[in-house]
């Protein structure tokens, strides 16, 4: 997934402006996934939706204390926290599969001896089917199986209730509000007071 | 395989590879002085991160230059517009290439410590079943080990950190040091993606591996 070009960057302005204009281009990229990541067969979004909020933390973590004002930092946090659980649900979205193909390649293989021993017969002998060949595997292949798909429902009901909490914490609107915040601007009333 | 809070455990530890602080970063200073001595310590975290990265015994030195691959790489995009794109574009690739590679061989390697545990917590007459798909992650591991070996040659062979230091040197638009060398020596530059053969080390990184 492409980042987003953002527009009117400035090499000659200040690193907060400049970075208030890419920050808010990469929240923009972060939520334009919801809806479609809370159906949660949408793989695909969901693991392009744990690349936006990669880039957004990044991008954060090196701006946030040097140009925005401290919510940048709890959100910065936040962001970890939902690209780590994504990056859990992708984990299993990929491991998922593998396991799958394994058990399928070796059903396959059971089924060809299974053929083998039947020698072109009319009808199939029960006995013939005992003993087929990766029989010891297929408990630990299907205790694997279970156990990511489980897990991949967890994970994305926890998903579901973490961006329920962001939204809840009206992060979006905290976070566009730290990034306009200059806080290395402001110069406080003891440093302008006069010297007496 | 680790469980839930276990795991998530596991891998907050996994991202303690925390990113340095950038000496002297204010939001007043000028975006293309940021980029400057941010992209400095971003690449020096990079390469201070190969020590080690091709044992497969100790998989936190390929986690850890991986993270510090997608910094660099998060940063050199945030900085974009103050840069010579001619010279960026080429390193960005490389970059980007590089951390596909480290996330190949990433992938299998925390699988592998997750099924490790899961291994250890089945019944015996599930066991079977699972060291074959460890033995298949395995597989898939040490067949990434040798694209990062291969790619760490490359790198090293494009010299990627002389590139990044002439990319964030005054003038970057003049030529980066490995083309000066050459130029000094009477010889092309090894241009990137070329085949590893050729010039020895200039940084010497890749013999901390």
Not at chain 1, 116 to 122: L, T
Not at chain 2, 47 to 53: M, R, T
Not at chain 2, 67 to 85: D, G, I, K, N, W
Not at chain 2, 181 to 206: C, I, R, V
Request: charged share 30%; net charge negative.
């Amino acid at each position: 997934m492409k980042a987003r070009k953002v527009k009117h960057l400035d090499p000659e302005g200040t690193l907060a402006d400049n970075a208030q204009r890419v920050v808010a281009a990469r929240i923009d990229e972060l939520y334009d996934f919801v809806p479609a990541v809370l159906d949660p067969s949408r793989v695909k979004k969901l693991h392009n939706m744990r690349i936006a909020a990669k880039r957004l933390r990044y991008v954060l973590e090196v701006t946030s204390s040097a140009c925005f004002g401290p919510y940048a930092l709890t959100a910065t946090k936040r962001v970890r926290e939902l690209q780590d659980l994504l990056g859990e649900i992708h984990d299993c979205d990929i491991q998922l599969p593998r396991v799958q193909q394994i058990r399928a390649e070796l059903s396959e293989d059971a089924a060809a001896e299974l053929v083998g021993r039947a020698g072109g017969a009319a009808d199939l002998d029960p006995a013939l089917a005992s003993g087929l060949p990766h029989s010891e595997d297929w408990a630990g292949l299907a205790a694997l199986e279970h156990y990511l798909a489980v897990r991949r429902e967890l994970l994305y009901d926890r998903f579901v209730t973490v961006w329920q909490d962001i939204e809840r914490s009206a992060m979006r609107a905290r976070l566009e509000y730290a990034i306009a915040e200059r806080p290395s601007l402001v110069v406080s009333d003891t440093e302008t007071a006069p010297i007496n | 395989m680790i469980g839930g809070a276990e795991r998530r455990k596991w891998r907050d530890t996994a991202v303690m590879a925390k990113a340095r602080p950038i000496p002297g970063l204010t939001g007043r200073m000028s975006y293309s002085d940021a980029a400057t001595a941010t992209i400095a310590v971003r690449s020096d975290e990079l390469f201070d991160h190969a020590a080690g990265v091709l044992d497969v015994t100790n998989i936190e030195a390929v986690h850890a230059m991986r993270v510090a691959t997608r910094r660099l790489r998060s940063v050199l995009e945030f900085y974009e517009p103050c840069l010579e794109s001619e010279q960026l574009e080429p390193i960005l690739i490389q970059v980007c290439e590089l951390a596909d590679v480290l996330g190949q061989r990433r992938d299998p390697d925390v699988e592998l410590e997750a099924l490790a545990g899961f291994a250890a917590a089945a019944s015996e007459a599930e066991r079977p079943g699972i060291e074959r798909f460890i033995d298949r992650t395995s597989e898939q591991q040490q067949q990434a080990n040798a694209e990062l070996a291969q790619m760490l040659e490359q790198v090293e062979a494009d010299d990627l950190r002389g590139r990044l230091a002439a990319l964030i040197a005054p003038s970057s638009a003049a030529e980066s040091p490995a083309e000066s060398e050459a130029a000094a020596e009477g010889e092309a530059p090894n241009p990137p993606g070329a085949a590893a053969g050729a010039p020895p080390a200039k940084s010497g990184w890749l013999r901390r591996r």
